[in-house]
T-cell receptor
């Protein structure tokens, strides 16, 4: 059973550019969450999508956006990149969305996309 | 005060040692507690999952939750060099729509 696949694994951008990251969840998983991981802040929740709808959003500026397609694959976009956006962006999938109410967010993570902003 | 506090380490132990990793939290609504392990250049992988208070054992790993003290622990017995990684605690509340809140992680190094 294939895991969560993220592309690209590494990328370098310059300030002001935009970037799109892609995530393919585990087959059968319809919920996709995105997290940003930095040494200073650790893992911080960006947003969650389930059935092509954003179900939850973290405390990030509007430059960070995402979407989910009908096949559950998801993309996140960061516009007008800043140096502080350099991070490991992790995608995680789960069978249930957080809005299922169980609180049982058993997430399976991908290896991440390492973004460096120069 | 951050919602979840975790000592970043690094923690260095010899092979065979018992390792204790801990997190404290402030939100009494947290009901689900998890430990993830993250190797270098990899994503986090779920190690242990516990609901509410109590202990859970899986092989060399034991997770403990003390909700009265808002304190969770992960014990690793007979530690191995392959256990060298960053360990992240994570928790979530019962309420619908809440995301996982992670600690910053503790880096563990087990020497042979």
């Amino acid at each position: 059973k294939a895991g969560v696949t993220q592309t690209p694994r590494y990328l370098i951008k310059t300030r002001g550019q935009q970037v799109t990251l892609s995530c393919s969840p585990i087959s059968g998983h319809r919920s996709v969450s995105w997290y940003q991981q930095t040494p200073g802040q650790g893992l911080q929740f960006l947003f969650e999508y389930f059935s092509e709808t954003q179900r939850n959003k973290g405390n990030f500026p509007g430059r960070f956006s995402g979407r989910q397609f009908s096949n559950s694959r998801s993309e996140m976009n960061v516009s007008t990149l800043e140096l502080g956006d350099s991070a490991l962006y992790l995608c995680a999938s789960s069978f249930l969305p957080s809005t299922a109410g169980s609180g049982a967010n058993v997430l399976t993570f991908g290896a991440g996309s390492r973004l460096t902003v120069l | 005060q951050k919602e979840v506090e975790q000592d970043p380490g690094p923690l260095s132990v010899p092979e065979g040692a018992i390792v204790s990793l801990n997190c404290t939290y402030s939100n009494s609504a947290f009901q689900y507690f998890m430990w993830y392990r993250q190797y270098s250049r990899k994503g986090p992988e779920l190690l242990m999952y516990t609901y509410s208070s109590g202990n859970k054992e899986d092989g060399r790993f034991t997770a403990q939750v003390d909700k009265s003290s808002k304190y969770i622990s992960l014990f690793i017995r007979d530690s191995q060099p392959s256990d060298s990684a960053t360990y992240l605690c994570a928790m979530s509340a019962w309420q619908a729509g809440t995301a996982l809140i992670f600690g910053k992680g503790t880096t563990l190094s087990v020497s042979s």
